[in-house]
């Protein structure tokens, strides 16, 4: 495994306990005004039946697909996200990480799989993205909800690369911060074109003070 795929590991065994309660706290202000109610709109919208969150966390949209009648797996790598969320209940939840799901060890389909800011590496998010037709239900769609590009490039030439992660806008009792892969749009496009992902459709959602985009979700079927 790349060094950088292992540290987002780690760095996430490290931190689950303050993530958990970044999010249950609302603490994260783009989720709470924007991109928590974009994720939900776009589920919504295909009118699924089941679902598979991939990188659930501590399973906030678990819990909020399940509560509208949507039957929903959320799966994640970090044990102690996944005892989070069995905590509070309100779905299914089951430890695994995007190896084992790119190597055929889910065995479910469901009408939407999410990726809700939960495609942060490279080759393991490539790995991942081709695993996930099998996991599509007959005309049912991947929904990728992650950070837009042309927002969070900064100074940094524009082009796919390894950055540095941040806690900032998080809240506190963080420790270190994991790498990210940047991905241009170009990127996100062939990432998914090579995984057999046809996009259907692209929100920008828009944050309501800044009217810049809050995140991209890019919605897409088997091809």
Known sequence: MDAHERDILEVWHEN?????QAVRGKMIASRRLV???AMLDAVRARRPRTAIDLGCGEGWLVRALAAE?????GIDAV???IAAARDVGGGRFLAMDYAAIAAGSLRERADVVTCNFSLLGGASVDALLRAVPALLAPDGALIVQTLHPFTVC???PYADSWREGSWQGCGEG????APWYFRTLAGWLDALSQARLRVTRVVEPAHPHTG???SLILIAEAA
């Not at 689950?16 to 958990?20: F, L, Y």
């Not at 963080?174 to 911060?177: I, L, W």
């Open 16 to 20: 689950a306990a303050p993530w958990t």
């Open 35 to 37: 991109t928590d109610r």
């Open 69 to 73: 009648g949507i039957e929903t797996l």
């Open 79 to 81: 044990p102690a996200l």
């Open 154 to 156: 900064g100074d940094a």
């Open 174 to 177: 963080f420790g270190r911060a």
């Open 212 to 214: 810049r985009p809050a």
